[in-house]
């Protein structure tokens, strides 16, 4: 059906336009699913029938892009990720250190957290700036990444150290590369999960207003 209505308003509903008639929970472990039983208006101005969907609980997660201005480089992590096994990807992924929430953390707070456990790198609330937050996929997801730049000294970054924790199975290795180089992986296929892509899209774009 073709609109001709060319000023369509953009964004026009928000959660108030949402009713949740019922949420059940069908498996809960380390993650949940949730099944959300919802009407929504439609752009028509009508409501919806109530629609039946699965939701993946898996909680928000903060990235952290560790990024040396002087040096132009940033810190990379490799680890294992079995969600790349089934489309036959290399499962050692490139990524930037990352984390999830425990109970009553800032996302501050768990950026400092995590690039301790995973890069054994200090990090201060004053290094930290903000990128953006985005939903992984919120078709049948319901994270919310917090995506922050943080300032660091690569010269106290041990390259080539391992770390991370025992008890969540992390065997984390430690890269420095130039800013240019983690652009060419990136063109050339080498970093494939999300969050480091579009990262690093955004350094592209904003690395010569960084101070």
Not at 12 to 40: C, M, P, W
Request: aromatic share 8%; hydrophobic share 40%.
């Amino acid at each position: 059906m073709i609109n001709d209505n060319l000023d369509a308003p953009m964004l026009r509903y928000n959660e108030n336009d949402v009713e949740i008639k019922s949420i059940e929970t069908q498996y809960q472990g380390f993650f949940a699913i949730n099944v959300y039983q919802l009407t929504h208006k439609l752009f028509s101005g009508k409501t919806s029938q109530v629609i039946k969907r699965e939701m993946f609980e898996r909680g928000d997660a903060v990235v952290l892009m560790p990024y040396d201005i002087k040096a132009d480089k940033v810190l990379l992590i490799e680890q294992f990720r079995p969600g790349a096994l089934r489309s036959n990807e290399n499962p050692w992924l490139l990524e930037f250190i990352a984390g999830m929430f425990a109970k009553d953390e800032s996302p501050i707070d768990v950026a400092i957290r995590e690039a301790k456990e995973e890069a054994n790198i200090d990090i201060r609330a004053q290094d930290i700036s903000p990128v953006m937050k985005y939903l992984s996929s919120p078709g049948g997801m319901s994270e919310c990444i917090h995506l922050y730049l943080a300032q660091i000294d690569s010269t106290k970054v041990e390259v080539g150290g391992v770390f991370g924790l025992d008890e969540e199975n992390e065997d984390i290795l430690l890269h420095l590369v130039p800013r240019e180089e983690a652009f060419s992986l990136l063109s050339a296929g080498k970093i494939t999960n999300a969050s480091t892509i579009i990262a690093l899209q955004w350094l592209a774009l904003n690395y010569q207003t960084l101070k």
